[in-house]
C-alpha cells in the first residue's frame, strides 16, 4: 500500500496567506525587540515582549499544520521563553534579558530563511 501526502482543497492559499502574514509578522516581531531591548522604561519593555509573544502564539499555532513544524516548535519555544521572564522576579525591571533578545533575533532570521525558501514570496533580506 502507498502512502501519500493528503492535499487538502485550497491548503495552498492558506499556506500562501501565512507566509504573507509571516512577512509583516517579522517585521513586527523584530521591532518589537528592538523596542524591548532598547527602552528604560518597564511598561515598553514588557508591552513590547507581550506584544512579540501574542505574534509568536499565531505563528506557533498554524505554522506545523502547513509544513513549517520547526518554525512553529521555536515560535512556541520563545514564548514560553517571554511567559517565563513576564512572569519571573525580573518582570518588574525594565530589561529584555540577553538570552531572550538572541532567541528572538534568531526566530527573525529563522523567519527570514522560510520565506526565502518560498519562491513565491521571496523577500529582500532585511
Known amino acids: 500500500m502507498m502512502h ?5 482543497p485550497g491548503i495552498d492559499r492558506i499556506r500562501s496567506r501565512f507566509l504573507e502574514m509571516l512577512k509583516t509578522r517579522q517585521i513586527s516581531i523584530a521591532e518589537y525587540t528592538l523596542v524591548a ?5 518597564l511598561e515598553e519593555v514588557n508591552g513590547a515582549l507581550v ?3 501574542t505574534l509568536l502564539h499565531q505563528i506557533a499555532g498554524t505554522a506545523g499544520s502547513l ?8 515560535a512556541r519555544s520563545i514564548e514560553t521563553e517571554i511567559d517565563e521572564h513576564l512572569n519571573g522576579p525580573d ?9 531572550l533578545f538572541f532567541h528572538l533575533d534568531g526566530f527573525v532570521q529563522l523567519c ?3 520565506l526565502d525558501a518560498q519562491p513565491e514570496t521571496t523577500v529582500e533580506p532585511s
Do not use: M, Y
Not at 4 to 8: P, Y
Not at 37 to 41: G, I, P, Q, T
Open 4 to 8: 501519500q501526502k493528503l492535499k487538502l
Open 37 to 41: 531591548w532598547e527602552s528604560h522604561e
Open 51 to 53: 506584544s512579540a509573544r
Open 67 to 74: 509544513g513549517f513544524e520547526d518554525l512553529g516548535n521555536e
Open 91 to 99: 518582570a518588574d525591571l525594565a530589561i529584555c534579558p540577553g538570552p
Open 112 to 114: 527570514q530563511t522560510v
